[in-house]
């Protein structure tokens, strides 16, 4: 690494932008799932941010936008600055785009799929799908040429002439060994998908005008997107990890209620593996029929003095209407703490949601009430961690 180098990387250091990504490096953690690391999180935030001056600018300028960006990356358990989730620059802003892979990736994290395939089609390609007799779409780019197998699949000269993109298809195989209802989209159906996104011939950020297969086949020019246009037309028809998940959840929540318990959200999370006991369960059930009436020790300063029922009714937030499940008890906490300011730390429970004063408490359920859902949780923490930095 030259002098020069190090110095570039010293004063984009100097922004501050790296502090602004740690400080909230807490707030991202509760979101990430169990198999992105934080610290590798941000690290590659900060990489793809160091490999673009614009981008960098860009988050200078807009801190916020950056933050927002990378809030709903890890709400998709991606990395940020990858093939998954792209950082671009727009408006004078950052935006965070969900790649293709990142689509098909959230299928495969379901673990109800077992194969996807998403495929451009060309004029000279020979394609068929029947609706009613056929369980998957039938694609050969070699038939054409009079074959299908050795080196003519691939052409005389190792590059063949499928001519000009026409449309595209995806379709996955379940666990169960059953195909997904395909997806097919013609070049009207992807072009009307490009205009939707306000797509210009002229930026030349946008994938929409990258020369993906090189600049001697311009007629595949932006295959990616189209690539990624079938795969997010098929996301109805397949379970993808944030979807399947809430099933499970619902389906845990189900069986709770029949069996009379409910789930434990309040207990230890000193350890995200910790068990929580009967005794640390606060039950939705306990809440007063109206969660605003003013109760005792609602005012109060002290650590631990929040009413049950406003605690209960903090809970219930978070595992109704956010739908956190029991092993995000560690994620619950720390949202909370974001919002009351400080760690909820008590002598016996660790962290725990029954740490809160009563003028936090109150201070949670204003904030959280408005919140109609977690992705719109996701983007109010983000804008603290902006308005913080």
Known sequence: MTTQTVARAME????GIDKLMWKNARHLESI???HVDVKAFVGTAWAALLANDTLMQNAVNKPDTLLVALFR?????HQPGTEEYYLTPRDGGVLGIEGYRGIVERMYRSGAVAKVVVREVCAKDYFRFIEGEDDKPVHDFGARRGGTTGADFFGQDGDPDRGAMVGVY???KLMTGDWSRPVLLSRNDVFAYRAAGGWKPTDKYSPWNRLDAGPEHPELTGRSMWL???ARRLEPWVPTSAEYRREQIRAAASAAAASGQGIPLLGSVESPDA???DAEIIEPTAIAPNGNEPAA???STEPGSAPAQQVGQIASMFQDKFEFKQTEGRQVVTISEQIAGRELTGPNDGHALSNLSG??????LSTLDPIKDRGLLIEHLAGMGASDG
Do not use: H, N, Y
């Not at 984009?12 to 922004?15: A, H």
């Not at 990356?73 to 358990?77: F, L, R, S, V």
């Open 275 to 277: 068990e929580i006991t």
């Open 359 to 364: 003028a936090e408490a109150r201070k949670l």
């Open 32 to 34: 990430l799932p169990e």
């Open 297 to 299: 020790g609602e005012d």
């Open 12 to 15: 984009k250091r100097d922004t």
């Open 228 to 230: 990624k246009s079938a």
């Open 73 to 77: 990356c890890a709400a998709k358990g």
């Open 170 to 172: 995806a379709v996955a």
